[in-house]
């Protein structure tokens, strides 16, 4: 990576199909070829000679309100529009395990009472959103939280530490599920990988 252009897009973990039917495959490609290349392009873009790009994604997404005034607002948008589907995509997987593991199965049934409760609280709050953005499950002081943000804010940006995200801006499903998001958050629901979200929620402190 040279020194003006340090973000890439990475590769899907699992080829643009792997998640039918739950996901199509066209969705898979245009999302991650065509809007997550875009905030990346659009990131290094704003980054260049600017002083701040050998910043983190994390660094440019907490320090954004203290960046210059003309970057600020399109680094926060354009590096939260990276981190956010970086972790939408690494967050899904096709696998026959649908339901949470260890101890995060343990923190949802403490917090929510059980998986099903969760489920029905997490889909209320992805179709509450409102336009565009997210619903994330996130950890804050120790206790499981579902939290929602507009465009692509991101909950670090709260120092909040996220376990799972669903993306619910219209291009994450419209070809497939035209306007019927609550299709497609069940759908979803058969694609998060419990392994990752596991692995997020024991490196949360």
């Not at 956010?84 to 096709?94: A, D, K, V």
Request: include cysteine.
């Amino acid at each position: 990576m040279n020194k003006y252009y340090p973000f890439e897009n990475p590769p899907l973990p699992y080829s643009y199909d792997a998640l039918n039917p739950y996901i199509d495959t066209k969705t898979m490609e245009l999302h991650h070829d065509k809007h997550l290349q875009t905030y990346v392009d659009n990131l290094n873009k704003i980054l260049k000679d600017s002083g701040f790009q050998n910043l983190s994604l994390e660094q440019l997404i907490y320090n954004a309100d203290k960046l210059p005034e003309d970057i600020s607002e399109p680094v926060r948008n354009n590096a939260g529009g990276v981190y956010n589907h970086i972790f939408y995509f690494n967050g899904m997987i096709n696998s026959p395990l649908k339901s949470p593991v260890g101890n995060l199965l343990n923190a949802i049934n403490k917090e929510f009472g059980n998986f099903e409760n969760f489920k029905k609280e997490f889909k209320n709050s992805a179709m509450s959103v409102f336009g565009s953005g997210y619903a994330w499950l996130v950890k804050d002081k120790g206790k499981l939280k579902i939290i929602t943000t507009p465009n692509q804010n991101s909950p670090i940006e709260q120092w909040l530490c996220p376990i799972l995200n669903i993306d619910v801006w219209e291009h994450a499903y419209y070809l497939k599920n035209y306007n019927v998001r609550s299709d497609y958050i069940e759908n979803w629901f058969n694609v998060v990988n419990w392994e990752a979200a596991e692995k997020n929620y024991n490196l949360c402190s």
